[in-house]
């Protein structure tokens, strides 16, 4: 049997994917439906620095940002079932993706790029989009993180499509269909 296998029934939610896939709002979906705790790196991230991200960003630099995103990572709980919502650079640190791992099945949501970027473009709070070319900068990062998140996830949903209500539904049913073992591996795991 797979870690995942054995694992994820009654562990964590974890949910990862570029800026503007919408990890935040399929989260609360999440939590409306199975009332578990809801926690997200950047808030926690915030609280320590008792800065906003891009404040964080702006005074200390993105180093320090990703330093605290670890601590973050680390301080989650692991025995405690929640919804875990990461940043979309999470997966940028090799010692994330144990870390990730451990909390329970690690969900990416996807979709295409430019659905993505006009997503994550719109509250103008994403710092690492603040340059001269936020487009060119959002697909150089995507084209480096892609085979990081596939490598991190169990599950990958596409989101161009969909509501975040519906991707909250389709996660809650691949997991219930992975629970009563009609699907196994990583392999099968796509679902859109
Ligand atoms: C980042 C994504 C942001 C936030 C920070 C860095 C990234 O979170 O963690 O601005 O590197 O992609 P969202 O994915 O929620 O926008």
Not at 16 to 21: K, S
Not at 130 to 151: I, V, W
Not at 167 to 180: D, E, Q, T
């Amino acid at each position: 049997m797979t870690y995942y296998a054995v694992n994820f029934c009654g562990r964590s939610i974890v949910l990862i994917g570029m800026m503007g896939a919408g990890k935040s709002s399929v989260g609360r979906c999440l939590q409306r439906r199975i009332h578990v705790a809801l926690l997200d790196t950047d808030k926690i991230v915030a609280s320590k620095s008792e800065m906003s991200i891009s404040e964080l960003f702006a005074k200390r630099g993105e180093e320090e940002f990703r330093k605290l995103e670890t601590e973050a990572l680390r301080s989650l709980p692991t025995a405690q079932q929640a919804i875990v919502v990461t940043g979309g650079g999470i997966v940028l640190r090799k010692q994330n993706l144990e870390l990730l791992k451990r909390l329970g099945v690690v969900i990416w949501l996807d979709g295409d790029e430019e659905t993505l970027f006009q997503r994550a473009s719109r509250s103008g709070k994403r710092p690492l989009l603040h340059g001269t070319n936020p487009r060119q900068a959002f697909a150089q990062m995507l084209k480096a993180r892609l085979p990081l998140y596939a490598k991190a996830a169990y599950l990958r949903i596409d989101t161009s499509v969909l509501t975040d209500e519906e991707v909250a539904v389709a996660i809650l049913s691949k997991l219930k269909r992975f629970a009563r073992g009609a699907e196994e591996g990583p392999a099968s795991a796509t679902a859109s």
